[in-house]
């Protein structure tokens, strides 16, 4: 009796349970291509621009691909950032957090991160 409340109170623990990864990758992708010579400090730091896009899949059926879900965060972090004039967005990451229990159902989401600039000249 006691090694079957184990082997239950084992498949309870393992089924209830969630696992969760974390993935953190920088590119060099950019949206906007410049090049820009930095002899000089003719630009400004502004500030941070953030931006977040999550996909679910259930049994593996259903959400968007990687490159669709990445694609999407970084488009919400160039939304959010809100740039006028000569700004840009330079040093762009992006982490991946996946959460659930796979085959059953997994949770990934995107967060992009970019910092804004602004040329003086």
């Known amino acids: 009796m006691k090694k ?3 082997i239950v109170a084992v498949a309870c ?4 349970s969630s696992c969760s990864a974390h993935l953190y990758q920088t590119s060099n992708s950019n949206m906007s291509k410049t090049e820009v010579v930095l002899s000089q400090k003719n630009f400004r730091v502004i500030g941070e621009a953030q931006g977040v896009a999550t996909t679910t899949q259930v049994f593996g059926i259903g959400g968007l691909s990687k490159k669709a ?6 488009a919400e972090m160039f939304k959010n950032a809100n740039l006028t004039g ?5 040093n762009i990451n992006v982490k ?14 995107y967060s992009a991160t970019g910092t ?6």
């Open 4 to 6: 079957l409340f184990l």
């Open 13 to 16: 623990a393992t089924l209830l």
């Open 69 to 74: 879900v990445r694609s999407n965060a970084v």
């Open 86 to 90: 000569a700004q840009t967005i330079i």
């Open 96 to 109: 991946q957090a996946f959460a659930g229990v796979p085959p059953f159902y997994m949770k990934s989401t």
């Open 116 to 121: 804004i600039v602004e040329f003086l000249e």
